[in-house]
């Protein structure tokens, strides 16, 4: 009859739900055990290598940084000395220190 065969079906779909819980809970075991071996499949020794190792590339990175700022000032001043060198030489060219009685250039 139609209640048999529903009821029927019921627990075949009951069955078939508890079944896919069991293998859910497999799969999570599994993923578990998984996780907890690769924790520790690198050893504390080269975690504490990687560790040092990273500081020091930290250490060696700000020093890069510093160097580099560094350059970028020198540029700055060569080009402040050169354009205080072409002042000076057109301050000392000028027609005017021909006219002075003591000129720059027998100072210097």
Not at 14 to 23: I, R
Request: glycine share 6%.
């Amino acid at each position: 009859t139609l209640g048999s065969t529903l009821a029927a079906s019921t627990v075949g779909a009951l069955g078939g739900f508890k079944g896919a819980q069991v293998v859910s809970l497999r799969a999570a075991e599994h993923e578990k055990r998984y996780w907890e071996r690769l924790t520790t499949a690198v050893s504390d020794k080269v975690i504490r290598v990687w560790g040092r190792l990273e500081s020091q590339l930290e250490n060696y990175h700000s020093l890069l940084v510093q160097r580099s700022e560094g350059l970028a000032a020198i540029s700055s001043l060569q080009q402040q000395n050169d354009e205080l060198r072409m002042l000076l030489n057109q301050y000392l060219n000028s027609k005017i220190n021909t006219e002075l009685k003591i000129p720059p250039t027998a100072v210097l």
